[in-house]
């Protein structure tokens, strides 16, 4: 029992967050807003410690907020990550390198495809 509570402890402390201490000192260099009432606005933001956000907003087709935007922050090894996103009507989506995509499919997988949407359109089923 207590070498199960010893392990809960060594994990959480691993778990826990670096501490930069430049994040500890960061400032708000840039702030910049504006909403106009009717759906539309845009802000932007960035620290001192590297960190930088934007975004713009529309009133939707279907009653909803799209936006689109981005961020970046630096990296432990000093490189900067950045994400753009859309939000609309059909979804988030995002891009990133640093996002992770599926593998690619073997060329065969494609060809089998290709067949079952030929049979597909001939009528073909199979149970």
Same mark, same amino acid.
């Given at each position: 029992?207590?070498?199960?509570?010893?392990?809960?402890?060594?994990?959480?402390?691993?778990?826990?967050?670096?501490?930069?201490?430049?994040?500890?000192?960061?400032?708000?260099?840039?702030?910049?807003?504006?909403?106009?009432?009717?759906? =539309?606005?845009?802000?932007? !933001?960035?620290?001192?410690? *590297?960190?930088?956000? $934007?975004?713009?907003? @529309?009133?939707?087709?279907? +009653?909803?907020?799209?936006? =689109?935007?981005?961020?970046? !922050?630096?990296?432990?090894? *000093?490189?900067?990550? $950045?994400?753009?996103? @859309?939000?609309?009507?059909? +979804?988030?989506?995002?891009?990133?390198?640093?996002?992770?995509?599926?593998?690619?499919?073997?060329?065969?997988?494609?060809?089998?495809?290709?067949?079952?949407?030929?049979?597909?359109?001939?009528?073909?089923?199979?149970?």
């Amino acid at each position: 029992m207590k070498f199960l509570v010893l392990s809960c402890l060594v994990v959480a402390a691993v778990a826990l967050p670096q501490y930069d201490p430049r994040d500890q000192e960061a400032t708000i260099i840039v702030d910049e807003r504006s909403d106009s009432g009717d759906g =539309n606005f845009q802000y932007r !933001f960035q620290t001192s410690n *590297g960190i930088d956000t $934007q975004k713009v907003g @529309v009133p939707g087709s279907q +009653g909803q907020s799209n936006m =689109n935007g981005g961020f970046s !922050f630096t990296l432990p090894d *000093g490189t900067v990550a $950045q994400v753009n996103y @859309v939000a609309d009507e059909f +979804g988030y989506r995002a891009e990133s390198p640093l996002i992770p995509t599926p593998h690619p499919l073997p060329a065969h997988v494609h060809e089998l495809l290709r067949i079952a949407e030929e049979q597909r359109a001939a009528g073909i089923t199979f149970n």
